[in-house]
C-alpha cells in the first residue's frame, strides 16, 4: 500500500515556465514533508522540505504548497531551467519516535526543454 | 570531504551468493541509513543506524543484514540472494537520527541477481 504517491511518472516543460510536481499521501500521522531530485548515475541531494503547520515553504526558484485537508503537496519551480531536469521524489516522516524514517513516492521525472 | 561513498558501484549475482555492500562516510554523522529503490517504487528504507552500536529494521528488512561497524561505516549484507534483491541500493547518513536533519546519499550499487 502506497502512503505516498506521485501520479504522474513525467512531466515535460519549456525553459523559462512553471514546473509543478504533485505529490498525494494517505497517512494521516504524516506531517513533515520533503522533495528531492535525483540525477542520473548519482544519489538523491534534499531540495526543501515543509511542516505541517506551514502552508507554503520558498526557497529561491522552488516552492512547496502544503494541503493538509487534501493530503496533497505540489512542488512549484519558477523559472524552469534544463538543469532541473531530474527525477523529483516527495517523501513523508510522521512523528512516533522522531526517527529519521522517511517514505518516498515513487518519483516523477521532469525535463526541461530548452 | 567525499560526503558518502559506497562500494562497489555494480554487481552481477547468481542466485544463492552472498555479497556485503559498503558504505562510508566521512561527515562525522551519527545516523546512517540503507534504501533500495525500485521501478515505480520509489526508495525504500531496509534498515537504519540511528547511531554507532544500533540498528533498526526499514520498510523491507527481510532477506538482509546490517553491520555498523563504527562510526563511519555501515553495511549490508545478501546473504542468499534472490532475483527480487535486483534493485539499486542507496546508503544515506544524517548528523542526527531525527527527521528533521537532512539525509545526504552516496552515489548508489546497481545489483543485478541472475
Known amino acids: 500500500d502506497q502512503q505516498v504517491k506521485q501520479n504522474s511518472p513525467s512531466l515535460s516543460v519549456q525553459e523559462g515556465r512553471i514546473s509543478i510536481l504533485n505529490c498525494d499521501y494517505t497517512?494521516?500521522?504524516?506531517?513533515?514533508f520533503l522533495w528531492y531530485k535525483k540525477y542520473p548515475a548519482e544519489g538523491p541531494t534534499f531540495l526543501i522540505s515543509?511542516?505541517?503547520?506551514?502552508d507554503k515553504n520558498e526557497d529561491g526558484r522552488f516552492t512547496v504548497f502544503l494541503n493538509k485537508s487534501a493530503k496533497h503537496l505540489s512542488l512549484h519551480i519558477v523559472p524552469s531551467q534544463p538543469g532541473d531536469s531530474a527525477v523529483y521524489f516527495c517523501?513523508?516522516?510522521?512523528?512516533?519516535?522522531?526517527?529519521?524514517?522517511?517514505?518516498f513516492g515513487q518519483g516523477t521525472t521532469l525535463q526541461v526543454k530548452p | 570531504n567525499a560526503g558518502v561513498t559506497q562500494t562497489p558501484k555494480f554487481q552481477v549475482l547468481k542466485t544463492g551468493q552472498s555479497m556485503t555492500l559498503q558504505c562510508a562516510q566521512d561527515m562525522n554523522h551519527n545516523s546512517m541509513y540503507w534504501y533500495r529503490q525500485d521501478p515505480g517504487m520509489g526508495l525504500r528504507l531496509i534498515y537504519y543506524?540511528?547511531?554507532?552500536?544500533?540498528?533498526d529494521k526499514g520498510e523491507v528488512p527481510n532477506g538482509y543484514n546490517v553491520s555498523r561497524l563504527n562510526k563511519r561505516e555501515f553495511s549490508l549484507r545478501l546473504e542468499s540472494a534472490a532475483p527480487s534483491q535486483t534493485s539499486v541500493y542507496f546508503c544515506?547518513?544524517?548528523?542526527?537520527?531525527?527527521?528533521?536533519?537532512?539525509?545526504?546519499f552516496g552515489p548508489g550499487t546497481r545489483l543485478t541477481v541472475l
Open positions: 517523501a513523508a516522516s510522521a512523528f512516533s519516535g522522531n526517527t529519521g524514517k522517511l517514505i
Open positions: 544515506a547518513s544524517s548528523e542526527g537520527g531525527t527527521r528533521w536533519d537532512t539525509q545526504y
Open positions: 543506524s540511528a547511531s554507532e552500536g544500533t540498528t
Open positions: 497517512n494521516s500521522m504524516f506531517d513533515y
Open positions: 515543509i511542516s505541517s503547520i506551514k
